[in-house]
């Protein structure tokens, strides 16, 4: 049986993977909770990513080397980059980039040296099984999520998008950054701190990945929403169905 990996980005998301979990077992490594268990059949291991590129690349080569992963799914926030890409959305990975990798004037801008990349691909099996679970999760979440706690975002009608998302040390919150972002990068959907890092892991060790972000906010000056609040009754919701989905779908 092969073991797949479901990597959270914030404790709320996981502690919603572990209650669907009721065997798992922790192990310790590189100071990291690592939790091994059941989920539909699948033996899974689910961990915390840690914020930043470093960490998420940690994660990932643990999962790998100690754990013998042989797919990883990644769940999380991000910060909407494309105008179209609104609070409430979800972005499927289709590609990945470093946003702030520049080794310019000895390789290309965002080229990550000695691969001749800037870009890493997502798995596509995994991220067409993904994309098929997304919208599905989005009505089993909201089946159980009451209206009073939508923080005023038109849920029913959230987007699932499809396509670049960038990574950086970062955590852009501001206007001009943002904007300067997608001058830039204007294929970008949206702007988080780990999958670029965890695409390039992957890469090098040929394990798929595939990773789901739900817009928390438009990475810029404005307070959309309270994140605390996104997180707990939204976000959380959101990455448990999603996986829920996902799992009971795909071959064990």
């Known amino acids: 049986m092969s073991r797949i990996a479901l990597v959270s980005a914030m404790h709320e998301e996981l502690a919603a993977v572990l209650a669907r979990m009721p065997n798992e077992h922790k192990t310790v490594v590189a100071g990291r909770e690592f939790w091994v268990g059941h989920w539909h059949g699948h033996d899974v291991v689910a961990v915390l990513s840690r914020i930043g590129k470093v960490a998420a690349a940690t994660t990932a080569t643990t999962l790998i080397e100690r754990f013998g992963v042989s797919r990883i799914v990644f769940t999380g926030v991000a910060g909407g980059l494309a105008p179209h890409v609104n609070v ?3 972005v499927v990975a289709r590609e990945f980039i470093q946003h702030d990798m520049d080794a310019s004037p000895l390789f290309p801008r965002h080229e990550v040296p000695l691969t001749g990349m800037t870009r890493f691909l997502a798995d596509p099996v995994l991220s067409d099984a993904l994309a098929a679970a997304a919208p599905f999760a989005m009505q089993d979440m909201l089946a159980t999520l009451p209206p009073n ?9 959230a987007k699932v998008h499809q396509g670049l998302i960038a990574s950086g040390d970062r955590f852009v919150s501001q206007t001009l950054e943002s904007q300067t972002l997608q001058r830039d990068l204007p294929h970008a959907l949206a702007v988080e701190m780990e999958c670029a890092a965890m695409a390039q892991v992957c890469h090098d060790y040929g394990v798929p990945l595939a990773a789901v972000r739900t817009i928390s906010d438009r ?3 404005a307070a959309h929403v309270d994140f605390p609040r996104f997180i707990q009754s939204i976000a959380s919701r959101y990455s448990v169905a999603v996986l829920d989905r996902l799992l009971s779908t795909l071959a064990v």
Do not use: K, S
Not at 149 to 157: G, T
């Open 219 to 221: 990475a810029d000056d």
């Open 149 to 157: 706690e939508w923080l005023n975002l038109d849920l029913p009608n």
């Open 88 to 90: 409430g959305d979800v």
